[in-house]
């Protein structure tokens, strides 16, 4: 099995994701990252993103194949991937009979741009989105406004882990403890638990400090061993918890150089 991430080490106990706003949500991404996610459960139905439980996705992308060609000629499902230059995705859409066919699936043609809604699913162990929703997008600025609005999203609500009421808090004790035991005890009574935010500030004033000193021409770094010595009272398993976070989201939004996009 692979081996678990620091976002699936500090995820929302399945108890929980009911209480997470994002589980109902549909998470704006790009197609390469849609295609990135690790899953949350066996189905492949639902997957983690930086420790929250998600199930429904907002994509957008250019129509790069239709089977069938006359979509509204299909007695079951429609099925189509649209490609945003990060990546393609394989959409599915099930043909409910709806006398209005004709005119809703009209946009299903090749080289539209299209917006979809749907669920993330598997089909002979590709990962793939049932489609709830679609529309043709005929502004021709939409598609940067969609990576815009990604972006703005991981950095404001999808990068910050769930932070429950103070009435929810005091009843998943248990729960939490379990679950932290699970994961090797990471959390254990009086340990200082830094945030991703003091870590990232600790690590920027060691490498400025060390860039400064240093006249060599690699590039500077922090160990674990100096982050550990300007925050007492925190375990090196907290830190190598917090560090690991902030390396799959610096890296969740780098688009490899062979798609030739730029990263976030």
Not at 14 to 19: A, S
Request: proline share 4%; hydrophobic share 40%; with cysteine.
């Amino acid at each position: 099995a692979m081996e678990a991430t620091a976002c699936e080490r500090m995820m929302t106990p399945r108890e929980l994701w009911g209480c997470d706003p994002l589980w109902e949500a549909h998470i704006k991404l790009l197609c390469t990252h849609f295609c990135a996610l690790n899953d949350a459960s066996d189905d492949g139905d639902v997957c983690v993103l930086c420790g929250h439980a998600v199930r429904f996705f907002d994509l957008m992308g250019i129509i790069i194949s239709v089977d069938p060609r006359k979509p509204s000629t299909s007695d079951s499902c429609i099925k189509f991937t649209i490609d945003d230059s990060t990546a393609l995705v394989d959409c599915v859409v099930w043909n409910k009979q709806d006398p209005y066919a004709d005119h809703k699936f009209a946009c299903l043609c090749l080289g539209n741009l299209l917006h979809v809604h749907g669920r993330v699913s598997r089909f002979r162990g590709k990962r793939q989105l049932t489609v709830d929703r679609f529309w043709l997008e005929d502004n021709s600025m939409a598609e940067c406004l969609h990576w815009i609005e990604a972006r703005e999203l991981w950095h404001s609500v999808y990068s910050h882990p769930l932070r429950l009421p103070a009435q929810l808090a005091s009843s998943s004790n248990k729960i939490q403890e379990r679950s932290v035991s699970a994961n090797g005890g990471a959390n254990k009574a009086g340990e200082v638990q830094p945030t991703d935010a003091q870590v990232l500030q600790v690590i920027r004033s060691i490498i400025l400090g060390s860039s400064s000193r240093s006249r060599s021409r690699d590039e500077p770094a922090a160990s674990l061993r100096d982050v550990a010595k300007c925050m007492p009272g925190v375990s090196q398993n907290s830190l190598k918890l917090v560090i690991a976070r902030l390396v799959e989201a610096s890296t969740l939004y780098v688009v490899s150089s062979s798609t030739r996009d730029e990263a976030y």
